[in-house]
């Protein structure tokens, strides 16, 4: 009887909690509002088959009169989000067909990234010390300022300098994900936006995920900036982005709360969702989530929990050490725990007029405890899986 229970128990997940029981949850979540971090958020919460908790809290900006952010219809300027969402999933479908070798050099695809004999040390980097920030190049350069159109951009991209002998260690870099966006257009022909909306987009149901939306959507973009004391929405903080036309590997990509949940349950689901046609094979999944011994807490693409870091982790203190995420600049948020089938999305346009000091540490607090919530308030339930959402 005992061992009948157990197998019982083993084809069972954790239940779908109320809105009633992630009070924890809102309460971290309407703080950074109060405290001034800022004025909008969207968290969903979910698993493989289904969302356990959708919400959106405060406005668009500070004006208690300004829309309220909705998990279906808010679009966020995702930043770095895009590194994950659109380029490293782009590059993983290149990677399935067989058109991109992980292992193979950078210039067998970018030429121009070895053009500069003066350094012997490019023709050893290669796609993977890309996605896992290995290749040695530096975190970022101000292309914005250093260059006056995309063409003078990308000439000052390809002959960045390394700062570092590649595969030695990480350093998070820009870069990297803009050599990946330009890789994705040399080996498929289509630009990164065409080719993700293609291949990744489409395929996942993300029917409002895309780069440089159109005017006639502004109004249902959260703004992540001022100018000349307006809001600007639409258009993404981060002015590389902008010099490379609005399409970068890197940041440009818009996108909303329920998109991306369909995103993360991808995820948990080694490529499908639900009962649809995976995008690729839980092999080449597996592949893009493993790491090398000089690649410390990256995975390709993706960051994980780093027990060396002292200061608050975005994923909290009760994940699993398979959970993996991203952040990006404007105060978006995503991390995946497979072993405890559980998802976060966090929404937020943090760069927006934060009323406050410090802003970004204070965030990285609240993330840690927001995570924390999430996992405490999601444990222990029972349920019989289901297709769900």
């Known amino acids: 009887m005992a061992v009948g229970l157990l197998v019982l128990l083993a084809g069972l997940h954790p239940v779908a909690a109320s809105g009633q029981s992630f009070q924890a949850v809102g309460s971290v979540i309407r703080q950074g509002i109060s405290q001034g971090l800022y004025p909008g958020a969207v968290v969903i919460v979910g698993r493989r088959d289904t969302v356990l908790y959708s919400r959106g809290f405060g406005h668009f900006d500070w004006r208690a009169g300004s829309a309220r952010p909705s998990p279906e219809k808010t679009l966020w300027d995702l930043a770095s989000l895009t590194k994950v969402v659109a380029t490293t999933s782009s590059v993983m479908v290149l990677v399935e067909n067989g058109q991109i070798d992980l292992e193979a050099p950078v210039s067998r695809y970018l030429p121009r990234f070895c053009a500069d004999p003066a350094d012997p040390r490019r023709q050893t980097v290669t796609v993977r010390m890309l996605l896992d920030h290995t290749s040695g190049l530096p975190a970022w350069r101000p292309f914005v300022h250093l260059a006056r159109t995309r063409d003078s951009a990308l000439a000052l991209l390809y002959s960045t300098p390394l700062v570092h002998s590649p595969g030695d260690t990480a350093v998070y870099s820009d870069l990297n994900a803009m050599l990946l966006g330009e890789m994705v257009e040399a080996v498929s022909g289509d630009p990164l936006d065409r080719f993700a909306e293609r291949m990744v987009f489409g395929p996942m149901g993300m029917r409002q995920t895309l780069f440089r939306p159109p005017h006639s959507m502004w109004r249902e973009v959260a703004p992540s900036a001022t100018y000349r004391g307006r809001p600007v929405a639409g258009v993404p903080n981060d002015g590389n982005a902008v010099r490379l036309g609005g399409v970068a590997g890197h940041a440009g990509l818009f996108s909303t709360g329920d998109d991306l949940a369909r995103y993360a349950r991808s995820w948990l689901g080694l490529g499908r969702l639900g009962s649809g046609a995976a995008i690729v094979q839980p092999a080449t999944i597996e592949r893009f989530l493993s790491r090398t011994p000089t690649s410390g807490s ?28 991203h952040t990006g600049w404007t105060g978006t948020e995503i991390w995946i725990d497979p072993a405890q089938d559980l998802f976060l999305i966090f929404l937020t346009n943090r760069s927006y007029k934060p009323r406050g000091r410090h802003s970004i540490g204070r965030l990285r607090e609240l993330r840690a405890r927001l995570s924390d919530a999430v996992a405490t308030t999601a444990a222990g339930r029972l349920r019989i899986p289901n297709q769900g959402r």
Do not use: I, K
């Open 298 to 325: 990256r995975l390709l693409g993706w960051d994980t929990p780093d027990s060396l870091r002292t200061e608050p982790s975005v994923f909290g203190t009760h994940l699993s050490s398979a959970a993996y995420g």
